[in-house]
C-alpha cells in the first residue's frame, strides 16, 4: 500500500535496522513517504521514519522543522497529503483518530490540552475509561467502577500527583498539568508513545519525576520524545532522528547524532538562539 | 512537597469521585416543592402541568447544551416534531397517552439524528445558525403543510384517551399535574443516570477539549450524535405532553421563541448542573409574567435587562451565584493550597 | 422566450440590490466574529438602529437621504465603540454561552427601545423624487433606488476592500483576524483595533440598514427577524472572511429573490435547505479557512 519514495530518498544512506527488522518483525510504528502540507507550506515532506518495539527514540529539530505536525499526523489528527503509516505493520492511514488510539497509539500535547474544568482523578479516568471501551455505556454510574478510580489513582500516585486528584487541572500550575498530560497518555497503556516537548514548562526540579517515569515503563513500548533539552534527549534516547523543514535529516545513535557535522550546523546553532 | 504516603484508608479524592452519582438530601426539594404545590395552589394545576413541560424540555436542552456544549437555537425543532407527531397521531384516531409520548419522542429522535449530520460537524457560530434553520425549516413545513398540519389554525380534532385507560384528563388539570410530574419525574431520572454514566461524563470531555477526547480514542462525533438524538427523544415528549394536555398543537410549538426560550431559561438557572431547568424555569416564567403585569408594552426591556444582569453579575445562572455565595459564606479563603511550582 | 429573459434580469436585478444590503449588514459580523471570536446575535440592531436614525433624519427633519444614512452609519458606529468598551469586551474570549446571552438581551432592550422612542409600526420610507421612478439602461427599465442601491454598495464594498487589502490599517486587521496572539506580540494595539473594527463593522450595517429600508423596512423586530440572513450569510461566506460574506450575499439575495419569484408558496424553505446543503458539504463555509476553527 504505501508509495514509493525513492525520488525524496534521504542524501544519506539509509540507517541500519536495529534488532527487530533483522528478525523480521515489524516495526512498531513506521512511516513511509509522508507528506503533508497546509496550502502551498509544505511542513512534511517524504518523512520515512521507523519505531522499533520497545525503542527510546528522540525526534529534534528547530522549531518550526514539523516535529508536531508529524505526531499530528500519526496519531490521525491531521491527514496527510500522500504517504502511509503503519503500525505493527498494518496499514492504518486510513482509520481516523480514535481507532488508532484504540490499536494503542498516544500522544501529549506540546501545549497542555486537558479538561481543565475536571478534575486531576477524572482527567484520568476517562483515558482509562475509554480504553476499557466503558465511554458509550449510558446507565451505570462512573463512581461504580471502583477499578477503573483506582487504577487512575495508582498512575497519579506513579507520576506523583496524588495529592492534586480531586483538584480541578485549571488550578494546577502549568508545571504539574504537564505531568497530568502524561498521566493521561498512560491511562491509555499504549504501544505507542509520542510525548511532545513533556518537559517545556516543566520546573526543573519536577524534571526528575518525567525521567523516573520514563525509565520505569514497560520494555516493549515504543517511545518517541520530542524534545528541545540536549540534556534529557541524550539521557533517554537510543536513537535520534532529527528532522529539518519538514524532512530526515540524519538518524542514529546519540553518539552518532553528537559527532555529526549537519546537525551542529543546523541544530546547535538553533539551540544556542534558543 | 513529596507525595505522602497514602495508608490504607481510601483517598478522598477516590472517595469523592465514587461517590458523586449518589442520592443527596437537596435532591428531594424540587418534588417535595411539587406535590406541595399540588395541595397549596389547586385553582393553578394547569399553569403547573405547563411549568412541568417546560422543566423537562429544559433538561432535554441541558444535555447538549450543558454538557455537551452545544450552543442551540432549534431545540423547538424537536419540541415540535414531537408535538405534532403526537397531534397528528390523535388526531387520526390512536389517542393512547403513554403511547403518544413514545411516537413523540420517536419522531423528535428521527429529526435529530438526521439534522444531528449537518449540525454537528460544524462548529461555534455556524453551528448556532444551523439549529436554528432546522427549526425554521420545519416551522416553515409546518405551515405550508395546511391540509396536515393546519398551518396558522393550528392541528385540530385531537383526541386524547384517559391515562392508562382510568384518568381522563380534566378541566382542572388534576390528572394533567400529576401526569406531567410523572413524566417530568422519570425524564430527570434518565437524564441524571447519564449525565453520571461514563457517556455523561465523555461528553462532559467533549465540551472541556475536543481534541484530548479524541486523542484518548473517543469516537467524539458519535457520541455527540447519540447525545444530540437522546436530547432530541426527551424534548419530543415534552412537546407530545404540551400536545396531550393542551389538546393542540399550534406553529409555536416550533417558533424561534420556543427555541430561545428554553435556552435562556436554562442559563438563568444554569447550566450543566441537571437543575438549572428547575430554577430557571419558574423564575423566568416569573419574572415575565411579573414584568408583563407591570409594564405590558414593554416588558421584554425589563426581561433584557434582568438578563443582562444574570450574565453580568451571576455567571452560572442562579445555580452558579448560589454556590459562589455559599463557597465565600462557608471558607473564606477560598484556596486553602498553597501555590507550587 | 423573452418572458423568461426578462424574469431572469429582474431576478437578478433585485437580488443583487438585495444582496448589497445584505452584505453590508452582515459583514461586520463576520469581520467581529473572526476578530474577537465573538457571538454577536445582536449585531442586527445596530442595522435597525442606522435605519432609525436616517429615517428620523429624513423624514422628520429634511435632512437629504444620502446625507441622512451617512450621519447614521456615523452616528451608530461612533455610539457602538461604547457599547463594545462596556459591554462586549468583557466577554472577548470567554464563553460563547454568555456571549449569547448578552446579545438577546441587547436586542430585547432596544426592541422595547425603539417600539418606546418610534412606536411599533414600520417607519415610513419614500424614496426622494430623484431616487423615484424608473431609470433606463441599456433599454430597459430599472428601479432608481435599488440601482442607486447596487451602485453605492459596488462603491462601498470596492473601497472596504480596497482598504483592507491596501492599508497599513488593514494589514493589521487581517494579520490580527489570521492570529491574534501573533499580532498581539508583534506589537499591534489589539484593543484599539477591536473597537475600530467593531465600530466599522456596526457603522457598515447602520449604513446597509439605512439603504435598505425600503426592502427591509424598519421597526422594532428588525434584528430578529432577520437574524436568521446574517448568519447565513457569514456561516455561509466562511466566518473571519470579508469577501467569503459577499459571494454568500450574493448567493442568498439571487436564490432567496429567484425562489420567492418562482416558487411563493414555499416561503423561504428553499433558502434554509440550500443553506443546509452548501454547509453540509462545507462545514466551514465556501471561504472558510483551513484549519480555522
Ligand atoms: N494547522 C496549520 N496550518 C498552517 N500551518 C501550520 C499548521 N500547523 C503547523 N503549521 C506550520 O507548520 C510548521 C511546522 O509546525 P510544527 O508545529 O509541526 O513545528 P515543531 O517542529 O513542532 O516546532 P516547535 O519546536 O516550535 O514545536 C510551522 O511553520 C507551522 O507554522
Ligand atoms: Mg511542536
Same mark, same amino acid.
Given at each position: +500500500?504505501?508509495?514509493?519514495?525513492? =525520488?525524496?530518498?534521504?542524501?544519506?544512506?539509509?540507517?541500519?535496522?536495529?534488532?527487530?527488522?533483522?528478525?523480521?518483525?515489524?516495526?512498531?510504528?513506521? @512511516?513511509?513517504?509522508?507528506?503533508?502540507?497546509?496550502?502551498?507550506?509544505?511542513?512534511?515532506?517524504?518523512?520515512?521514519?521507523?519505531?522499533?518495539?520497545?525503542?527510546?527514540?528522540?525526534?529534534?529539530?528547530?522549531?518550526?522543522?514539523?516535529?508536531?505536525?508529524?505526531?499530528?499526523?500519526?496519531?490521525?489528527?491531521?491527514?496527510?497529503?500522500?504517504?502511509?503509516?503503519?503500525?505493527?505493520?498494518?496499514?492504518?492511514?486510513?482509520?481516523?483518530?480514535?481507532?488508532?488510539?484504540? #490499536?494503542?497509539?498516544?500522544?501529549?500535547?506540546?501545549?497542555? @490540552?486537558?479538561?481543565?474544568?475536571?478534575?486531576?482523578?477524572?482527567?484520568?479516568?476517562?483515558?482509562?475509561?475509554?480504553?476499557?471501551?466503558?465511554?458509550?455505556?449510558?446507565?451505570?454510574?462512573?463512581?461504580?467502577?471502583?477499578?477503573?478510580?483506582?487504577?487512575?489513582?495508582? #498512575?497519579?500516585?506513579?507520576?506523583?500527583?496524588?495529592?492534586?486528584?480531586?483538584?480541578?487541572?485549571?488550578?494546577?500550575?502549568?508545571?504539574?498539568?504537564?505531568?497530568?498530560?502524561?498521566?493521561?497518555?498512560?491511562? #491509555?497503556?499504549?504501544?505507542?508513545?509520542?510525548?511532545?516537548?513533556?518537559?517545556?514548562?516543566?520546573?526543573?526540579?519536577?524534571?526528575?519525576?518525567?525521567?523516573?517515569?520514563?525509565?520505569?515503563?514497560? =520494555?516493549?513500548?515504543?517511545? #518517541?520524545?520530542?524534545?528541545?533539552? +540536549?540534556?534529557?534527549?541524550?539521557?533517554?534516547?537510543?536513537?535520534?532522528?532529527?528532522?529539518?523543514?519538514?524532512?530526515?535529516?540524519?538518524?542514529?545513535?546519540?553518539?552518532?547524532?553528537?559527532?555529526?557535522?549537519?546537525?551542529?550546523?543546523?541544530?546547535?546553532?538553533?539551540?544556542?538562539?534558543? | 512537597?513529596?507525595?505522602?504516603?497514602?495508608?490504607?484508608?481510601?483517598?478522598?479524592?477516590?472517595?469523592?469521585?465514587?461517590?458523586?452519582?449518589?442520592? !443527596?438530601?437537596?435532591?428531594?426539594?424540587?418534588?417535595?416543592?411539587?406535590?406541595?404545590?399540588?395541595?397549596?395552589?389547586?385553582?393553578?394545576?394547569?399553569?403547573?402541568?405547563?411549568?412541568? $413541560?417546560? $422543566?423537562?424540555?429544559?433538561?432535554?436542552?441541558?444535555?447538549?447544551?450543558?454538557?455537551?456544549?452545544?450552543?442551540?437555537?432549534?431545540?423547538?425543532?424537536?419540541? %415540535?416534531?414531537?408535538a405534532y407527531a403526537c397531534g397528528l397521531v390523535s388526531a387520526h384516531g390512536w389517542g393512547e397517552p403513554l403511547s403518544l409520548l413514545l411516537i413523540g419522542?420517536?419522531?423528535?429522535?428521527?429529526?435529530?439524528?438526521?439534522?444531528?449530520?449537518?449540525?454537528? !460537524?460544524?462548529?461555534?457560530?455556524?453551528?448556532?445558525?444551523?439549529?436554528?434553520?432546522?427549526?425554521?425549516?420545519?416551522?416553515?413545513?409546518?405551515?405550508?403543510?395546511?391540509?396536515?398540519?393546519?398551518?396558522?389554525?393550528?392541528l385540530q380534532g385531537m383526541e386524547i384517551w384517559p391515562i392508562l385507560g382510568l384518568f381522563p384528563f380534566d378541566?382542572?388539570?388534576?390528572a394533567a399535574?400529576?401526569y406531567?410530574?410523572?413524566?417530568?419525574?422519570?425524564?430527570?431520572?434518565?437524564?441524571?443516570?447519564?449525565?453520571?454514566?461514563?457517556?455523561?461524563?465523555?461528553?462532559?470531555?467533549?465540551?472541556?477539549?475536543?481534541?484530548?477526547?479524541?486523542?484518548?480514542?473517543?469516537?467524539?462525533?458519535?457520541?455527540?450524535?447519540?447525545?444530540?438524538?437522546?436530547?432530541?427523544?426527551?424534548?419530543?415528549?415534552?412537546?407530545a405532553l404540551a400536545a396531550e394536555t393542551t389538546q393542540l398543537v399550534?406553529?409555536?410549538?416550533?417558533?424561534?421563541?420556543?427555541?430561545?426560550?428554553?435556552?435562556?431559561?436554562?442559563?438563568?438557572? %444554569?447550566?450543566?448542573?441537571?437543575?438549572?431547568?428547575?430554577?430557571?424555569?419558574?423564575?423566568?416564567?416569573?419574572?415575565?409574567?411579573?414584568?408583563?403585569? $407591570?409594564?405590558?408594552?414593554?416588558?421584554?426591556?425589563?426581561?433584557?435587562?434582568?438578563?443582562?444582569?444574570?450574565?453580568?453579575?451571576? !455567571?452560572? %445562572?442562579?445555580?452558579?451565584?448560589?454556590?459562589?455565595?455559599?463557597?465565600?459564606?462557608?471558607?473564606?479563603?477560598?484556596?486553602?493550597?498553597?501555590?507550587?511550582? | 422566450?423573452?418572458?423568461?429573459?426578462?424574469?431572469?434580469?429582474?431576478?437578478?436585478?433585485?437580488?443583487?440590490?438585495?444582496?448589497?444590503?445584505?452584505?453590508?449588514?452582515?459583514?461586520?459580523?463576520?469581520?467581529?466574529?473572526?476578530?474577537?471570536?465573538?457571538?454577536?446575535?445582536?449585531?442586527?440592531?445596530?442595522?435597525?438602529?442606522?435605519?432609525?436614525?436616517?429615517?428620523?433624519?429624513?423624514?422628520?427633519?429634511?435632512?437629504?437621504?444620502?446625507?441622512?444614512?451617512?450621519?447614521?452609519?456615523?452616528?451608530?458606529?461612533?455610539?457602538?465603540?461604547?457599547?463594545?468598551?462596556?459591554?462586549?469586551?468583557?466577554?472577548?474570549?470567554?464563553?460563547?454561552?454568555?456571549?449569547?446571552?448578552?446579545?438577546?438581551?441587547?436586542?430585547?432592550?432596544?426592541?422595547?427601545?425603539?417600539?418606546?422612542?418610534?412606536?411599533?409600526?414600520?417607519?415610513?420610507?419614500?424614496?426622494?423624487?430623484?431616487?423615484?421612478?424608473?431609470?433606463?439602461?441599456?433599454?430597459?427599465?430599472?428601479?432608481?433606488?435599488?440601482?442607486?442601491?447596487?451602485?453605492?454598495?459596488?462603491?462601498?464594498?470596492?473601497?472596504?476592500?480596497?482598504?483592507?487589502?491596501?492599508?497599513?490599517?488593514?494589514?493589521?486587521?487581517?494579520?490580527?483576524?489570521?492570529?491574534?496572539?501573533?499580532?498581539?506580540?508583534?506589537?499591534?494595539?489589539?484593543?484599539?483595533?477591536?473597537?475600530?473594527?467593531?465600530?466599522?463593522?456596526?457603522?457598515?450595517?447602520?449604513?446597509?440598514?439605512?439603504?435598505?429600508?425600503?426592502?427591509?423596512?424598519?421597526?422594532?423586530?428588525?434584528?430578529?427577524?432577520?437574524?436568521?440572513?446574517?448568519?447565513?450569510?457569514?456561516?455561509?461566506?466562511?466566518?473571519?472572511?470579508?469577501?467569503?460574506?459577499?459571494?454568500?450575499?450574493?448567493?442568498?439575495?439571487?436564490?432567496?429573490?429567484?425562489?420567492?419569484?418562482?416558487?411563493?408558496?414555499?416561503?423561504?424553505?428553499?433558502?434554509?435547505?440550500?443553506?443546509?446543503?452548501?454547509?453540509?458539504?462545507?462545514?466551514?463555509?465556501?471561504?472558510?479557512?483551513?484549519?480555522?476553527?
Open positions: +500500500m504505501g508509495k514509493e519514495s525513492v =525520488a525524496y530518498a534521504p542524501p544519506h544512506p539509509a540507517p541500519l535496522p536495529p534488532n527487530g527488522a533483522e528478525r523480521g518483525i515489524p516495526p512498531a510504528l513506521e @512511516t513511509r513517504g509522508l507528506d503533508k502540507s497546509f496550502g502551498a507550506l509544505a511542513v512534511t515532506h517524504a518523512v520515512d521514519f521507523r519505531l522499533e518495539r520497545g525503542a527510546r527514540h528522540a525526534l529534534i529539530g528547530p522549531n518550526g522543522a514539523g516535529k508536531t505536525t508529524f505526531v499530528n499526523l500519526v496519531t490521525g489528527a491531521l491527514r496527510p497529503s500522500a504517504g502511509a503509516i503503519f503500525l505493527d505493520g498494518a496499514d492504518i492511514t486510513p482509520l481516523s483518530q480514535d481507532r488508532r488510539v484504540k #490499536l494503542g497509539i498516544a500522544r501529549t500535547y506540546q501545549i497542555n @490540552t486537558l479538561f481543565r474544568g475536571l478534575s486531576v482523578l477524572e482527567n484520568v479516568c476517562l483515558a482509562i475509561g475509554e480504553r476499557l471501551g466503558l465511554g458509550g455505556r449510558l446507565f451505570r454510574p462512573v463512581g461504580l467502577r471502583r477499578d477503573v478510580i483506582e487504577a487512575a489513582y495508582a #498512575l497519579l500516585e506513579r507520576l506523583r500527583l496524588a495529592e492534586d486528584a480531586g483538584r480541578l487541572v485549571r488550578e494546577l500550575p502549568y508545571g504539574r498539568q504537564r505531568l497530568v498530560e502524561i498521566a493521561v497518555a498512560l491511562g #491509555l497503556e499504549p504501544k505507542v508513545l509520542l510525548l511532545d516537548e513533556p518537559a517545556a514548562g516543566v520546573p526543573s526540579a519536577e524534571s526528575g519525576i518525567i525521567v523516573d517515569v520514563i525509565e520505569t515503563l514497560p =520494555a516493549d513500548l515504543a517511545l #518517541l520524545i520530542i524534545e528541545h533539552d +540536549m540534556e534529557l534527549v541524550f539521557r533517554l534516547a537510543r536513537r535520534i532522528t532529527v528532522l529539518v523543514q519538514g524532512a530526515i535529516l540524519v538518524e542514529g545513535t546519540p553518539a552518532e547524532i553528537a559527532a555529526d557535522a549537519r546537525v551542529r550546523e543546523v541544530y546547535l546553532g538553533e539551540r544556542t538562539r534558543h | 512537597m513529596s507525595a505522602a504516603a497514602t495508608p490504607a484508608a481510601v483517598p478522598e479524592a477516590v472517595r469523592a469521585l465514587a461517590r458523586r452519582h449518589r442520592f !443527596r438530601a437537596y435532591e428531594t426539594l424540587p418534588w417535595i416543592a411539587a406535590i406541595g404545590g399540588y395541595f397549596l395552589f389547586p385553582d393553578y394545576l394547569a399553569l403547573g402541568a405547563q411549568v412541568f $413541560i417546560a $422543566i423537562l424540555f429544559a433538561l432535554a436542552t441541558d444535555l447538549i447544551l450543558g454538557y455537551g456544549g452545544i450552543i442551540t437555537l432549534g431545540q423547538a425543532a424537536f419540541f %415540535g416534531a414531537g419522542a420517536a419522531a423528535a429522535a428521527l429529526v435529530g439524528f438526521l439534522s444531528g449530520f449537518v449540525v454537528l !460537524r460544524a462548529t461555534g457560530l455556524t453551528q448556532l445558525m444551523l439549529t436554528l434553520i432546522v427549526a425554521v425549516m420545519l416551522q416553515e413545513a409546518a405551515n405550508k403543510a395546511n391540509d396536515l398540519t393546519g398551518g396558522a389554525n393550528g378541566l382542572y388539570g388534576v399535574y400529576l406531567c410530574l410523572a413524566v417530568l419525574f422519570l425524564g430527570w431520572l434518565v437524564l441524571r443516570t447519564l449525565v453520571h454514566s461514563p457517556f455523561g461524563r465523555s461528553l462532559t470531555g467533549i465540551r472541556e477539549s475536543e481534541a484530548r477526547m479524541n486523542a484518548i480514542g473517543s469516537p467524539v462525533f458519535r457520541r455527540r450524535l447519540a447525545a444530540y438524538v437522546i436530547s432530541a427523544a426527551l424534548a419530543g415528549v415534552a412537546g399550534a406553529l409555536d410549538a416550533l417558533s424561534f421563541d420556543r427555541s430561545g426560550g428554553v435556552v435562556i431559561m436554562l442559563i438563568v438557572g %444554569g447550566i450543566g448542573r441537571l437543575y438549572g431547568g428547575f430554577i430557571g424555569v419558574p423564575l423566568y416564567m416569573i419574572a415575565q409574567d411579573r414584568f408583563a403585569e $407591570i409594564d405590558p408594552v414593554y416588558w421584554y426591556f425589563w426581561i433584557g435587562l434582568f438578563l443582562l444582569l444574570v450574565v453580568l453579575f451571576a !455567571r452560572g %445562572g442562579m445555580i452558579g451565584l448560589g454556590e459562589t455565595l455559599w463557597r465565600r459564606l462557608k471558607f473564606i479563603p477560598l484556596r486553602p493550597w498553597g501555590r507550587r511550582g | 422566450m423573452t418572458e423568461a429573459v426578462s424574469a431572469a434580469i429582474s431576478i437578478a436585478f433585485h437580488g443583487l440590490a438585495f444582496a448589497m444590503v445584505l452584505y453590508l449588514v452582515s459583514v461586520g459580523l463576520s469581520v467581529t466574529m473572526g476578530l474577537m471570536g465573538f457571538v454577536n446575535l445582536a449585531h442586527g440592531v445596530f442595522a435597525a438602529a442606522g435605519g432609525y436614525v436616517m429615517t428620523t433624519l429624513f423624514n422628520d427633519y429634511g435632512v437629504p437621504f444620502p446625507a441622512a444614512a451617512a450621519i447614521a452609519a456615523i452616528v451608530v458606529g461612533a455610539a457602538s465603540v461604547a457599547i463594545e468598551r462596556t459591554l462586549y469586551r468583557r466577554f472577548y474570549g470567554g464563553d460563547e454561552l454568555d456571549q449569547v446571552l448578552l446579545t438577546i438581551a441587547i436586542v430585547f432592550m432596544s426592541v422595547a427601545a425603539a417600539k418606546y422612542f418610534w412606536g411599533s409600526s414600520q417607519q415610513p420610507m419614500h424614496p426622494p423624487p430623484y431616487l423615484s421612478g424608473q431609470i433606463e439602461v441599456l433599454g430597459r427599465d430599472f428601479p432608481t433606488y435599488r440601482s442607486f442601491i447596487i451602485a453605492s454598495g459596488a462603491v462601498l464594498v470596492t473601497l472596504l476592500w480596497f482598504g483592507l487589502d491596501r492599508t497599513r490599517l488593514g494589514a493589521k486587521i487581517r494579520a490580527s483576524v489570521d492570529n491574534r496572539r501573533m499580532a498581539q506580540s508583534v506589537g499591534i494595539d489589539t484593543s484599539g483595533l477591536f473597537s475600530f473594527t467593531f465600530a466599522l463593522g456596526t457603522g457598515l450595517a447602520a449604513l446597509g440598514g439605512a439603504l435598505g429600508a425600503e426592502l427591509w423596512p424598519i421597526f422594532p423586530g428588525y434584528s430578529l427577524d432577520h437574524l436568521i440572513y446574517f448568519l447565513i450569510v457569514v456561516a455561509v461566506g466562511g466566518l473571519g472572511t470579508i469577501r467569503g460574506p459577499f459571494f454568500a450575499a450574493l448567493l442568498l439575495g439571487v436564490a432567496d429573490t429567484a425562489f420567492k419569484y418562482l416558487l411563493p408558496e414555499f416561503g423561504s424553505f428553499f433558502i434554509y435547505a440550500l443553506t443546509l446543503a452548501v454547509l453540509l458539504w462545507r462545514p466551514k463555509g465556501l471561504f472558510g479557512q483551513i484549519g480555522r476553527t
